[in-house]
């Protein structure tokens, strides 16, 4: 009796051996294949891009010929845009997220405004593009502005943030609340001292993934208006703009053979922009970790 159960053990531990190695050898064959793919995409940027890729190009305007093209006006304009996104967005995303895990009571309510939220995440960016046109363009009057822009993006990202916020504050934990609590804090300081410092490098992480996917969409700044090329930078929030996705946009519709090499390099410039944008966040989690 003891002979056989102690074989049926052993033919369980051997399935679940040959499974485990199974599984891992499609994990590892399904990376493997988007690294060769993402390696690919690199090699084929680089190799067309960098010829087009130096000081003038950083410092030029839109121009009718591939060798006199540059990029500074896009560059200019989705920084600015990812500066009125990280204001709104993030002050807005983190603050809705401490109320709906701090304040908001636990009901049916709070639950369906959750369960939207997260539905929220998944909606197509165009369909925030024609939200944007309609609130911020005709509504409110900003017109084919650069705010208008940058308030249709943050409606974009918002859910993205107020979730990975959200994640963040619930793993925090709960000893060190009621540390706080214990030492006669309110609960306001105990957010603002306790809660937020131990939530902050997800909220970072979660942040800077939002504004890596606004600045790279293109989609709704065409709908509220952004200019394929203009020849100057904004002058203010209310003036033209355009942004690097929809400068490498434009020129690869181009049909002359150039235009696709103008704008890898295009790609080239914005992959650094998203590489540094990822490094400072990685930066500033790390220094936040080592306090928690």
């Known amino acids: 009796m003891l002979q056989k159960q102690q074989e049926k053990w052993q033919k369980r531990v051997t399935k679940r051996v040959w499974l485990n190695k199974v599984f ?19 090699y084929r940027i680089l190799t067309q891009g960098i ?57 049916r309510f709070t639950r369906f ?3 939207n939220i997260q539905n929220l995440a998944g909606v197509p960016s165009i369909v925030f593009g024609l939200l944007g046109l309609t609130l911020f363009v005709y509504i409110l009057h900003l017109g084919y502005s650069l705010l208008a822009g940058g308030l249709t993006m943050s409606l974009l990202v918002l859910p993205i943030i107020v979730v990975a916020s959200q994640e963040s504050i619930r793993a925090v934990p709960n000893f060190l609340k009621e540390a706080s609590y214990g030492m ?18 997800g ?24 200019a394929a090329a203009i020849y100057t930078l904004p002058d203010s929030l209310l003036g033209s703009y355009t942004a690097m996705p929809i400068q490498i946009y434009s020129w690869i519709s181009r049909p002359q053979e150039e ?32 306090r928690y």
């Open 24 to 42: 891992h050898s499609l994990f590892f064959a399904a990376t493997t294949v988007g690294l060769i793919f993402l390696a690919l995409l690199l």
């Open 51 to 107: 010829s087009y890729l130096d000081l003038d190009f950083l410092q030029g305007f839109p121009a009718p010929y591939p060798e006199e093209a540059g990029i500074l006006a896009g560059l200019v304009g989705s920084l600015y845009i990812i500066t009125i996104v990280a204001i709104f967005a993030i002050v807005i995303g983190v603050s809705t997220a401490l109320y709906l895990e701090e304040y908001a009571k636990k009901n």
């Open 113 to 115: 405004i959750q369960s």
């Open 184 to 201: 006669g804090a309110t609960k306001w300081q105990t957010i603002v001292r306790v809660v937020l410092p131990a939530a902050l490098p």
């Open 203 to 226: 909220i970072i992480t979660g942040s800077i993934l939002a504004l890596s996917r606004a600045i790279g969409e293109t989609a709704p700044l065409l709908v509220v208006g952004a």
């Open 259 to 290: 235009w696709p090499l103008v704008a890898a390099a295009g790609i080239i410039v914005l992959l650094v922009v998203l590489l540094l944008m990822n490094t400072i966040a990685v930066l500033i989690r790390n220094k936040f970790k080592k």
